[in-house]
């Protein structure tokens, strides 16, 4: 579910027409939904009902400052990757004491910084890390709260780039080694404090079978560290997915009443109906680390088409925003569904829709059948709240697109456009 849909004839976020908005603050522009971040935060957080838990939001998804606020005050915990996120996080007015740490390369400066501002959790990804956390926590005179990531060489099942839980990805200590990792640090490493278990099995799982199979697997483990370690939580990843094909059909509740059973996506009650009653008898509080679930069908992005080129084997849309500002098709063969802003007749041909880039990779569909539109108009690619404006870069010397927030009826610019002048300042 989500806040876009055609009304009298537009593609409208929320109350707001997104043809106007586009006309006023230009091309091209990421455009979110307030109201289905803070919808789907708040379906997760139901969906855990009954475990004691914490939805801790991936700020890798989208970092925009607005949206980290909101979710904020919606008593969202924050997983982050970086000293960056976490500074982030704190300028939005988060709680550092909700913040867990993850990723595989943190710096010195990173966990003294994080340390500093008194975090809930390292979510650390090997022995040498957490040797490393332990010394710069001892320089400190400090105790770092812990957790391991473990990796339960589970197939996600999802794209090979976003699979995390195999034991050939980088992630994670392998699970067999796990228990006596925790059995080490727990007599050497004086300046840590073990505190949790986490896992992370990979992103866009649009099933819930990997979760389970994951879950069963790992419980065992956490009740064995718990009893001889006394940590307090498990923290059970993010990675629940979201419709991409249908992206625009899914932002209504029909929509979903008219899938068959057998292949109705998953829904974030689905995902708790499975994982809650599995969980609920540990005594540990459980953490989730959904990104894409809260922010990806919570935003578009707006893009004009300036071409329509005729070639001999191909007819190509030539749209003014690049793989710079969206890379997902690109970097993971991501799909966007692509819809007109202005609500289209029956006319459909098949077309690729590119960007300006000098890349052939530059594309945001292929061979793809589209309803028909022309130099001038504007699409939406749809899903694009997350992942979207944080992997944007300059490439080609384009400035990044500005951000806009909708919420009911009031439209902030939550970024500015970058200019000419944004593009050189850092430079000699
Ligand atoms: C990226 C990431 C997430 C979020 O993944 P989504 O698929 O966006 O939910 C959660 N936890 C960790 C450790 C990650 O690296």
């Not at 998804?61 to 982030?88: H, T």
């Not at 065992?220 to 992206?247: M, N, R």
């Not at 077309?351 to 108009?377: K, T, Y």
Request: charged share 25%.
């Amino acid at each position: 579910m989500h806040g876009f849909a055609y009304r009298n004839g537009t593609l409208h976020c929320e109350d707001v027409d997104l043809e106007g908005l586009a006309n006023e603050y230009g091309t091209p522009l990421y455009v979110y939904s307030a109201n289905t971040f803070r919808d789907h935060y708040r379906r997760l957080d139901q969906a855990l009902e009954g475990v004691d838990h914490e939805v801790a939001y991936a700020v890798k998804a989208n970092s925009n400052l607005s949206v980290l606020r909101l979710l904020a005050n919606e008593g969202a915990g924050f997983d982050i990757v970086s000293g960056g996120e976490l500074f982030r996080v704190i300028k939005a007015g988060g709680d550092p004491k909700k913040c867990t740490f993850a990723g595989v390369g943190k710096t010195r400066g990173e966990i003294e910084y994080a340390l500093k501002h008194g975090i809930y959790s390292f979510n650390v990804e090997s022995e040498e890390e957490l040797r490393y956390l332990n010394d710069v926590a001892a320089d400190l005179g400090l105790i770092a709260p812990a957790a391991v990531r473990v990796n339960p060489n589970v197939d996600a099942k999802t794209h090979k780039y976003i699979s995390t839980g195999k034991s050939e990805n980088k992630f994670g200590v392998d699970f067999e080694r796990i228990a006596d990792l925790y059995d080490r640090a727990a007599t050497e490493l004086p300046h840590v404090q073990l505190r949790g278990l986490q896992m992370h099995i990979g992103s866009q799982l649009t099933s819930v079978k990997p979760f389970v199979e994951a879950v069963e697997k790992v419980a065992p483990l956490a009740t064995v560290l718990k009893e001889k370690h006394g940590i307090e939580f498990w923290s059970i990843g993010g990675g629940i997915g979201i419709v991409y094909q249908d992206a625009l059909g899914a932002g209504s509740i029909d929509w979903w009443d008219s899938q068959a059973e057998q292949d109705r996506p998953l829904t974030l009650a689905g995902y708790g109906r499975e994982v809650v009653p599995r969980l609920r008898n540990l005594g540990l509080k459980i953490l989730l680390e959904p990104g894409r679930a809260i922010a990806g069908n919570a935003g578009v992005l707006l893009t004009r088409c300036l071409y329509e080129k005729q070639g001999s084997a191909k007819t190509f849309k030539i749209v003014d925003a690049g793989m710079n500002d969206l890379i997902r098709p690109a970097l993971y063969e991501g799909h966007h569904e692509i819809v007109p802003v202005k609500e289209p007749g029956s006319e459909r041909k098949v077309v690729d829709v590119v960007g300006p880039i000098c890349e052939s990779g530059d594309f945001f569909c292929q061979d793809r059948e589209l309803p028909e539109f022309g130099p001038g108009e504007c699409i939406a690619l749809m899903s694009a709240g997350a992942y979207g404006f944080v992997m944007a870069s300059n490439y080609n010397t384009r400035p990044l697109p500005a951000e806009i927030l909708v919420d009911g009826s009031t439209v902030s610019v939550v970024r500015k456009r970058q200019t000419l002048d944004d593009l050189i300042a850092a430079e000699l």
